[in-house]
């Protein structure tokens, strides 16, 4: 028997996990008239047999218009503090985002600075979170120079923080090739000189596809590695040795990929 859906009914949407998803939710949600939303990826949803169920079905139209209605209610900064929360790829704060559209939309203007609705600080901490990690990763990302040319640099970040990054590395190498890869989320970017493309672990977009041949480094970066390390165990002097302040600025997930840790 179909469940009875009514305005206090709470409903489960399913979404396919994308940002285009989450949005295309939230237009469904006011289409539908659907007031208290249980918002899950779809393989990640809750089992309760007593709410009714929505799959949605991710529509890039619905999407741009949920978009350009929140482009409307927020400033530009809000708008990539929203774009950054939803990075963070977590369960509870894709529903605070969900909250937080919703918020937005039936609110008048200025509704987004209201930070004591639950949603808009749970965004805005997660943004703050990402955006660290973002940071973290100019400074922590090591290219290698391939025999190739290429210059590859593997990371493996709290966040997906890959979309973030773009235009700073674009913008301080456009004069050579790269590839940064993100092992967590099995994808990197790739610079051709021109664009930038997403890669997946064998073929870039635009039928562009990186060897495994490419991986082998040059002689020269080799050889640069070498000296670096040599250079950080001279510098690194045991007795003023602080590994706890060490920590803070450069915590232990990112030292296996950086080449003055590799003192092996």
């Given at each position: 028997?179909p469940?009875?859906i009514?305005?206090h009914s709470?409903?489960?949407?399913l979404f396919d996990g994308?940002?285009s998803?989450?949005?295309?939710?939230?237009f469904?949600?006011?289409a539908?008239?659907?007031?208290?939303?249980?918002?899950?990826?779809?393989?990640?949803a809750?089992?309760?047999?007593f709410?009714p169920?929505?799959?949605?079905?991710?529509?890039?139209?619905?999407a741009?218009?949920?978009?350009?209605g929140?482009?409307?209610k927020l400033t530009t900064?809000?708008?990539?503090?929203?774009?950054?929360?939803?990075?963070a790829?977590?369960a509870a704060?894709m529903?605070q985002l969900?909250n937080y559209?919703?918020?937005?939309?039936?609110?008048?203007?200025?509704?987004?600075?209201?930070?004591?609705h639950?949603?808009v600080?749970?965004?805005q901490?997660?943004?703050?979170?990402?955006?660290r990690?973002?940071h973290?990763m100019?400074?922590?990302?090591r290219f290698q120079?391939t025999?190739?040319?290429?210059?590859?640099?593997?990371?493996?970040?709290?966040?997906?923080v890959?979309?973030?990054v773009?235009?700073?590395?674009k913008?301080?190498?456009?004069?050579?090739?790269w590839?940064?890869?993100?092992?967590?989320?099995?994808?990197?970017i790739?610079?051709?000189?021109?664009a930038?493309?997403?890669?997946l672990?064998?073929?870039a977009?635009?039928g562009?596809?990186?060897?495994?041949?490419?991986m082998?480094?040059?002689a020269s970066?080799?050889l640069?590695s070498t000296?670096?390390k040599?250079?950080?165990?001279?510098?690194?002097?045991?007795?003023?040795?602080?590994?706890?302040?060490h920590?803070?600025?450069?915590?232990?997930?990112?030292?296996?990929?950086?080449?003055?840790?590799?003192?092996?």
């Open positions: 028997m469940h009875l009514t305005h709470v409903v489960q949407y994308s940002f998803g989450l949005l295309t939710a939230v469904e949600s006011y539908a008239r659907h007031c208290h939303v249980a918002l899950f990826e779809q393989d990640k809750r089992n309760n047999f709410d169920v929505v799959i949605i079905t991710t529509t890039p139209e619905k741009l218009r949920v978009w350009k929140l482009k409307k900064a809000l708008q990539v503090e929203y774009y950054s929360a939803f990075l790829e977590d704060v529903q969900f559209a919703r918020f937005v939309f039936d609110h008048a203007a200025g509704a987004a600075a209201n930070y004591g639950p949603a600080m749970a965004v901490q997660m943004a703050q979170k990402v955006s990690e973002r973290r100019k400074a922590f990302v120079k025999a190739c040319g290429l210059y590859i640099a593997a990371i493996e970040p709290d966040y997906n890959l979309p973030l773009r235009k700073h590395f913008d301080r190498y456009a004069d050579q090739r590839l940064i890869y993100d092992r967590k989320r099995k994808y990197g790739y610079y051709d000189l021109h930038i493309h997403e890669v672990i064998e073929a977009a635009a562009t596809v990186v060897h495994a041949a490419e082998m480094l040059d970066e080799a640069y000296l670096w040599d250079y950080f165990k001279s510098t690194n002097i045991q007795e003023r040795k602080n590994t706890r302040l920590i803070r600025h450069v915590p232990r997930r990112y030292w296996r990929h950086l080449t003055e840790k590799q003192l092996g």
